[in-house]
């Protein structure tokens, strides 16, 4: 069976341990279509700014290639 993965650290720093570490992790899976996304490629609102100001949108650009990829693993 194929395994469908989308992996993306939590975490919008260009040296992102968590970023590395799902990467790291999901290459380590054998017969596996990987999907790797970048926060950093979407204009979302930091995580202090979110949790101070109340505001919990996810941007809409985010919501349209997550769910492009979630189509295209058939999720």
Do not use: W
Request: glycine share 6%; aromatic share 10%.
């Amino acid at each position: 069976m194929d395994r469908k993965i989308l992996a993306f650290g939590a975490s919008n720093s260009r040296q992102s341990i968590n970023k590395k570490l799902a990467v790291h992790a999901a290459g380590l899976f054998t017969n596996a279509t990987v999907e790797v996304i970048d926060l950093n490629d979407f204009e979302l609102p930091n995580f202090e700014q979110n949790f101070k100001d109340g505001i919990g949108i996810v941007h809409d650009d985010f919501n349209k290639r997550l769910q492009e990829i979630i189509n295209k693993l058939q999720f």
